[in-house]
């Protein structure tokens, strides 16, 4: 369900207006007039709200207590009995169009104001701006914080105690702990980068999470954190994000990690307590590393599991005992043809 403080709920919606915009029919036996008040994940959705599953081994879709899901046409594994299933053609695009009914202006931050710090903004009395700032509506910005030049702040941010805020640096949608630094040129809260592909092109599905940046987090010069989807992108205490870094909607990093500068990290990826990743790591979607791994520069990390505890180079990436025998046998190799 989406954040109210950054989001603008249009519904509620019937069934069959969800169906229509949807391109399918209400399923048989439902009731087109049932009210849907939302959108939501299938672990979070409730009652009176919709999700959508995609296939896939996950429990989620078994034990979701949402009222109305979409499916894929054929779908064998069959819905909880309080939940109605949607049998729709592309469940991407179908959530994309309901999502789009709910949330029309979920994506950049528009802005109306014409005064620098909104009316409705909750600055302590010792904060400071610097000249260009601006503060949308409903912000909040704790005791001691600072703010650069041209620097944005979007409805509903708010920033704790003891920040420093650099220049030119873009937050919407997130929640700052106290005392996190983030420096020039950041982006924070953007929509993440989610569409539904088909033949006619690609179909911007809407983010409609947030960023959540706890206490002593550091965040780079010219580095991106986008927006969940639906849940939330996590970044934990203590953690320091180097320059020039991507991290993905609905990733979510552990405390007291560390991030060298131009380190790619795709959605829906999740790092334990005390990683170490080196410069130029690319971390495909889903991917899990475990509590204290650390990854050698340009390693490059597929969809599934690494363990904590360990060193990990190569690609893709192995342990690094591994990734050493291959270079030595690589190195072997290369000689035997030099001699012949």
Known sequence: MADPRFYDNRGPFSLKDICEAAGGAVPGGADGRAQIHDVASLSGAGPSQLSFYTGGGSDDFEHTQAGFCFVGEGEKRAAPPSCVAIPVRSVQHAFAATARLFYPDSGLPMWQQSVAVHPTARLAGDVALAPGVVIGPQVEIGAGTRIGPNSVIARGVTIGRN??????????????????LILSGAQIG????????????HVKIPQLGRVILQD????????????????????????????????????????????????????????????????????????????????????????????????????????????????????????GKKKT
């Open 190 to 201: 953007g929509p993440g980068f989610g569409f539904a592909s088909g033949p006619q092109g």
């Open 216 to 335: 002593r987090v550091e965040i780079g010069s010219s580095t991106a954190l986008d927006r969940g989807a639906l849940g939330d992108t996590v970044v934990g205490e203590g953690s320091k994000i180097d320059n020039l870094v991507q991290i993905g909607h609905n990733t979510r990093i552990g405390r007291h990690v560390v991030i060298v500068g131009h380190v790619g990290i795709s959605g829906s990826c999740e790092l334990g307590d005390f990683v170490i990743v080196g410069g130029q790591v690319g971390i495909a979607d889903h991917a899990k590393i475990g509590d204290g791994a650390r990854l050698a520069a340009r390693t490059g990390v597929i969809p599934g599991e690494l363990a904590g505890g360990q060193d990990y180079g190569g690609m893709p990436a192995k342990p690094m005992r591994d990734y050493a025998r291959e270079l030595a046998a690589i190195k072997m190799l290369v000689k």
């Open 163 to 180: 920040c420093e805020i650099g220049s030119n640096v873009s937050l919407s949608h997130a929640y700052l702990g106290d005392q996190v």
